[in-house]
């Protein structure tokens, strides 16, 4: 088999790899694998959804309700004033993740207290998501369904927030047995009232955490040795720390902003990095030709 030849979207102008042949090793040891042994572990807001549509940035999970009907024009500032304030930080490659962890917790705590200020009504939030700009990459449907057709696990490590994202996912149709999300889910009281969030805060840089305390979860899937990792940022890079008896892991990066600055550490810490890329075309050609469909 020709790995080049099999996937010729790995040749297009978006896509870049530091070491090609390690790639081609990878792919090929995963096909003589089979399907029988992959599970896909991915990041949500900004790497299964858009980073932007026709030049606007499209919501995560966390933006669905900041801009949303259910949250007064008082805390939507005060969001906002945290967005500009923190998001600078975290995409700032001249900082260490050592540094950047604290402020993380900080933005993400902040957040989520105002949230909860806010008494948002859990009945209320199909509504928020159908009338919001969010959207799943181009070519989701075939990467959700190809999935669960072949019965590969697909667990999704994510610091927005787990009830907004999960309807996202069934609104489009795509929220398959075989897909389990770990994440920031609210706390509502018996009159669905947002009273809290559950359980340890996952942000974007304790991923790593989230997998480690969910072994059980990775337990059952010991025979799936073969790692399939999408993000967009370096903080997803050990979101597969977890995964027992692991085999092989193909990192895929997306490199949404900021591209020219951040590209080398991206290239230094995923396999293929696709720059400014809106479609799920290169996973999707990845897992046809790991699978033989």
Sequence with gaps: MNVWRDIPV????SVSMRDPKRVEQILTSMRNAGASTLQVISDFDMTLTRFACNGKRCPTSHNILDNSKLISEDCKAKLKNLLDTYY????????????KLPL???????AHELLVQQKIIKDRLALVVRESEAKLRDGYQQFFDHLHQLSVPLLIFSAGIGDV???VIRQAGVFHPNVKVFSNYMDFDESGVLRAFKGELIHIYNKREGALLNTEHFKELQSRGNVLLLGDSLGD???ADGVMDLQNILKIGYLNDKVDERRQSYLNSYDIIL????TMDVPNAILQYITGQ
Excluded: G
């Design 10 to 13: 790995l040749s297009n102008s």
């Design 275 to 278: 720059e400014k890329d809106e």
């Design 88 to 99: 600078p930080i975290e995409i700032d490659s001249t900082r260490s993740v050592e540094e």
């Design 104 to 110: 993380m917790v900080e933005w993400w705590t902040k």
């Design 237 to 239: 890079l050990n979101m």
């Design 165 to 167: 994202l999960e309807e």
